[in-house]
Every structure is written in C-alpha cells, then in structure tokens.
T-cell receptor, first 113, second 112 residues
C-alpha cells in the first residue's frame, strides 16, 4: 500500500519557469491538500480539494493553481516560478476532515533560482 | 485574526521526564484538534485526535487535553525517550469542513 506519493522529490527551477507537482493517493480519500513548509513558518495550506472536480483556496494560494480531475490525483502548478516559492511542498489526503487523520507524502524540495 | 500558536522555542528535557507541549488558538471553534509528529526530511505522521466534547485522550505514553474555554490543547509524553525527539504539530479544521490548518510546531529534544 503506497499511501500518498509525491513526484518529483527534488527540483530546481529558474525564475519564470513553470512546473507541476503530482500527488497520488491510493486510499480512496475524498479530501486532498497541498501545503508548503518554510523554516519557522510551519505548514501553510495552499489549496485543498473536498472531492473529485472541486478545489478551494487555502491560506497562501497566490502564484499556484491546482486541479483534481481524478479522485486519486491532486496536481499543484506553478505558472511562473519565483524565488519566494522556494520551499518544501507536502501533499496530504484524508477520508474527510471530520474526525479523521491526514496522511502525508514524503515532500518535494523545490528551489527557484 | 485567526491563529494557531505553539511554543516557538525548542523544548529540551531529560529522558524519563514528562514533556508537555502547548497549542493555543484564537477565533476558532474547531470540532476537533489533531497532533502530528514530524521527523527531519519527512512528512508529518498522525498521533492523536481529540474532539470538542472530549476533555482528555490517551494512547500509550501520549496524552492530549482539550479545553475549548481556554482555547488550548496540551500534549504530554510521559517517560520520554530519546526516540521521542522530533517536531510536534497541532492541527485543526478551520471551517468544520475543509481547511486543515497547522501550528508552526514545537521541536522536542530528549537527552539521555
């Protein structure tokens, strides 16, 4: 059972480049989340989804877009990368947010130069 | 504004002692609160969940309390071990149906 898998694990981008981070879960979870984690800032919610075909903004959505075309996948896109988007990105999923735990991926370390 | 705050300073304790970590929140009325453990270079791992109508929850050496009047949760690790050294995060559902929000975490170091 793979759980939550993030692709890629590491990436270096030049300012202005675009990329997509992929998150896949095999637990049939309804809810999926994208977070970024920076030193001293904890986990900050970028976007989340409460089901296939739905997305919603989190705390820090600017500069990112997401899509949830299939229940098992949640994609995070950076249209024009900026150095301020250098961070570790975590994807998570849960059956719901009511009384259930979230499962996290191993993270993607992104550096924008 | 709405906030979740945890001890910003690292907590250093001696092996065998009880570690107590604090999570305070303002302007929320969460249905539940969760605690996670995060090791360096890894994603957070779920530990415990406590509901708004529960005062205390236990799991082996872990104990969580939830005071909705004080808007505070305490996380205790009894008989602490060096293997308990990690960052501990609290989380709650901001809008009772979607936004799972985390505190910044408290780093715990247990010395032998």
């Amino acid at each position: 059972n793979a759980g939550v898998t993030q692709t890629p694990k590491f990436r270096v981008l030049k300012t202005g480049q675009s990329m997509t981070l992929l998150c896949a879960q095999d637990m049939n979870h309804e809810y999926m989340y994208w977070y970024r984690q920076d030193p001293g800032m904890g986990l900050r919610l970028i976007h989340y989804s409460v089901g296939e075909g739905t997305t919603a903004k989190g705390e820090v959505p600017d500069g990112y877009n997401v899509s949830r075309l299939k229940k098992q996948n949640f994609l995070l896109g950076l249209e024009s990368a900026a150095p301020s988007q250098t961070s570790v990105y975590f994807c998570a999923s849960s059956y719901s947010t009511m009384n259930t735990e979230a499962f996290f991926g191993q993270g993607t370390r992104l550096t924008v130069v | 504004s709405q906030k979740i705050e945890q001890n910003s300073e690292a907590l250093n304790i001696q092996e065998g002692k009880t570690a107590t970590l604090t999570c305070n929140y303002t302007n929320y009325s969460p249905a539940y609160l969760q605690w996670y453990r995060q090791d360096p270079g890894r994603g957070p791992v779920f530990l415990l969940l406590i509901r708004e109508n529960e005062k205390e929850k236990r799991k082996e050496r872990l104990k969580v309390t939830f005071d909705t009047t004080l808007k505070q949760s305490l996380f205790h690790i009894t008989a602490s071990q060096p293997a308990d050294s990690a960052t501990y995060l609290c989380a709650l559902d901001k809008e009772k149906g979607g936004k799972l929000i985390f505190g910044q975490g408290t780093e715990l170091s247990v010395k032998p």
